[in-house]
């Protein structure tokens, strides 16, 4: 598409933008009384209008019925998991029997790698992307450690060549290959927290199964985001969140994928919980665990419901919005942001922000991350002030000592005006 910097061109593609709808149908933060322009929510986001009527529903619920509502509630808790299950299979790309909502990001994780990561004396290496988000770290860390093995030894870190910002995928796949005897798991991340990169899952995928590793994905900055297709790929396990892209609320519940040939297989070792367990014998309160077929299976604890329930108010927009849909706005929409951002270095090259994600719109998702060359918490902060909700990450060597500033124009809320604007505030620094 030919974008054009102005205000007459944002709003002709709005006019015409079949998913404009959903925009009101958010609640927008407001400053002295004007919702500002947010563009984060790859960090959190917005809280869909729907949702105090879903989660009302369960407060009526537990009013009128007590314990009794687990089955007599209009939406009985007992079975609340399943509500959740086909909106989340088209998301992910996968059988409805293989996701499920659950837990939260990092124990979910670590649950998946009780499963995932078997380490033997010959096979104890786990690979990741360097500059992973710091959890996804922490758990691998931890879990390497508890297996008695040396992190520095353990772990395999993927990082960018010298005075590059992302991965190549062929340096990716060569490092899997030249691991190949000693990998037993690989777990990146689908979208790279920081930069912005969507991460090649089917070829990954495929050359850690050539090389007899489990692989598998964090999908927090990836599910809501880009379209995935997990089953198809092979991929052998994923987790994410749902309070970013899939605007469910601050620690909203986790959700995780497991591909139907472990998800079925009942050797497959897991740490177990009741709300796993078989639900017809369920309350038969017996020992000996017998695990739900597919990833419900790995279910621990009881269904947080009041926070489920947001969780279905956000995936009803999403079933009537398509993952397909917003991918192709998308598309659109972070393309006119970086065709703004470009503009804008264009006439002020001592303050330009280098974008750091992807050029390539099959290798991003909707967030654009930047290097300031001068000044750039300063930029950050006068965005701020000018009702431009975007995101800080301070510098660290990753960065090449650099801070990034992160903007997501999310395709369910944003609008191609609120990029426009964004342009707006920028010219006015």
Request: proline share 4%; aromatic share 12%.
């Amino acid at each position: 598409m030919q974008y054009s910097n102005s205000l007459s061109f944002a709003q002709s593609l709005d006019a015409n933008d079949l998913l404009k709808k959903f925009r009101s149908q958010f609640h927008f933060p407001k400053v002295n009384g004007k919702e500002v322009i947010y563009l984060t929510g790859n960090s959190l986001g917005l809280l869909p209008k729907s949702a105090r009527q879903y989660v009302e529903q369960e407060f009526i619920d537990w009013e009128n019925y007590g314990v009794e509502a687990h089955f007599d509630a209009k939406n009985p808790w007992f079975y609340y998991h399943h509500f959740h299950r086909e909106a989340l299979a088209k998301i992910v790309g996968a059988k409805k029997d293989e996701v499920v909502a659950m837990g939260s990001l990092t124990a979910n994780l670590h649950l998946l790698l009780v499963s995932f990561y078997q380490p033997t004396k010959e096979r104890y290496k786990i690979m990741m992307e360097a500059n992973a988000f710091p959890s996804d770290q922490y758990a691998v860390e931890t879990q390497v450690r508890f297996h008695g093995y040396n992190p520095d030894d353990a772990i395999i870190e993927i990082k960018p060549r010298e005075g590059e910002y992302t991965l190549r995928t062929e340096d990716i796949l060569k490092a899997i290959d030249e691991n190949k005897d000693q990998l037993a798991t690989i777990m990146f991340g689908g979208v790279n927290y920081l930069s912005g990169q969507l991460f090649d899952i089917k070829a990954i995928t495929e050359a850690g199964h050539r090389a007899c590793a489990f692989v598998g994905f964090d999908l927090a900055h990836a599910a809501g985001n880009v379209p995935v297709k997990l089953h198809d790929c092979n991929v052998d396990f994923a987790c994410w969140c749902t309070y970013k892209y899939l605007n469910s609320g601050a620690g909203g519940v986790g959700g995780i994928f497991i591909h139907e040939k472990h998800a079925n297989n009942f050797s497959v070792p897991r740490f177990a919980g009741w709300w796993g367990n078989e639900e017809s014998t369920r309350f038969e309160m017996k020992k000996g665990f017998v695990p739900q077929t597919g990833a419900a299976g790995w279910q621990v604890s009881n269904a947080p419901v009041f926070n489920m329930a947001i969780h279905r108010a956000s995936l009803e927009l999403f079933e009537e919005a398509g993952i397909e849909n917003l991918r192709k706005k998308s598309e659109l929409l972070t393309g006119f942001l970086e065709f703004i951002i470009e503009e804008y270095n264009a006439k002020n090259s001592l303050q330009a922000l280098k974008i750091i994600t992807p050029k390539n719109v099959k290798e991003r998702g909707c967030q654009l991350s930047f290097i300031a060359t001068a000044e750039g918490k300063e930029i950050f902060n006068q965005l701020s002030s000018s009702g431009i909700v975007c995101d800080w990450r301070e510098p660290n060597p990753a960065n090449g000592g650099a801070g990034v500033i992160r903007m997501a124009p999310v395709p369910l809320y944003n609008s191609f005006e609120d990029v426009f604007r964004t342009a707006e505030a920028l010219g006015n620094l």
